[in-house]
């Protein structure tokens, strides 16, 4: 992450959320009336002047909270502003000045780093209400007045906050970076493994189910390679969704699995496999994602020799229709066998991204149709003239045909399994099209 980071800070409920997502273009970052709804820091990049930079969203600062969830919440936010390059300190007109934003300032002043006040929902042009001026008291310089909303004065704060960052070295984005997305039911340890891989406490864990609701981009580097992990919120039951906030955070949770290469599925193996498991894993299967299936909290299991052959069983008995899926058993507590989940996120992008050549791809057929014969109907044989690969993630083939309706969905898996077996296609799925000659 070469570029410069950008925190947005500030006590709960003054629009830092709001701000963040105007400035990036989108909305990223959970929006709601309720203080506290952003929890972890979130990740987004905006542009100006030609420039790029990293901007972090991050929960609302209580600098005296003795509970649990505010106090992790202080902590991502600390955290942020020690990893950021300039801060712009968030501040709300309507309510004034309190004496949590005064604690807050002199928090960024032990920093060191660079701060620019803002003082949001200005939401009238022109001169700014006598209510403004009380804010120069927190000894931060001149405020910026901003409507995040509306979005008046966000191009006057970047400006402010361009002056205080270096540029010279900026390198261009990686393309070798694999997107991973960690998905799977509450509480099943996904924020446990992110904050193993990358040592440390990036995202809030507790035993709360529920806990994490933002979708949180972390870049990892290491002997196996560069990573980008999206560690998501918990999907539950339709039925077990009450607020709109865990609407939102479930939402995005599937947008996250749409953007990534590779979804590892964590399984909580305390609790055994469940049928919301086998609904997360269809998400990312309908969605044609490569797809590690991680069972967690293996050191919590009493085992025997017999153990793991009857858990693995057991997954390949529920999760028959991706039986493509590498099964591994780790632990996000200890660390046990994270090894082997790297190297098995590696094949699946791998693999999903495997091109085969045309030449190649009908020399297998025509051996897989020697050995068994196409199927027939009423007299009229399938005849398979020719396939081809059209894309990849995940690696579509055509096969064009004489009649699409012989083409008997039995006799698809076959040739499906013929070719992962020729070419060793674990991890993906593989999208199958049938056509007949002279469609389009």
Known sequence: MNKPVIAIVGRPNVGKSTLFNKLIGQRLSIVDDTPGVTRDRIYGETEWCGKSVFVVDTGGIEPKSDDVILSQMRRQAQLAIDTASAIILVTDLKSGMVATDIEVAQMLQKSGKPVVLCVNKCDSVGEPPMEFYEFYNLGLGEPVQVSAVHGHGTGDLLDRVFEHLNFENEL????????????????????????KITDEDRCIVSDIAGTTRDTIDTLVENQYGK???????????????????????????????????????????????????????????????????????WDAIEKNDKTMQEFRKKLDADFAFMSYAPKIFISAKTGQRLDKLFENIIMCSENTNLRIRTGMLNELLAQATTRVQPPSDKGRRLKIFYMTQASVKPPTFVFFCNDAELFHFSYQRYLENRIREAFGLEGTPVKIIVRERGDK
Request: net charge negative; with cysteine.
């Open 227 to 297: 990573f980008n992990f999206t560690d998501t919120a918990g999907l539950r039951r339709q039925s077990k969704i009450y607020d709109d906030i865990e609407k939102y955070s479930i939402l995005r949770a599937k947008m996250a699995i749409e953007r990534s290469d590779v979804c590892v599925i964590m399984i909580d193996a305390t609790a055994g496999i469940t049928e919301q498991d086998t609904k997360v894993a269809g998400l990312a299967h309908d969605a044609g994602k490569a797809c590690v299936l991680a069972v967690n909290k």
């Open 172 to 195: 261009t984005e990686d393309e070798s970076v694999i997107n991973v997305a960690v998905i799977g039911k509450p509480n099943a340890g996904k924020s446990s493994l992110i904050n």
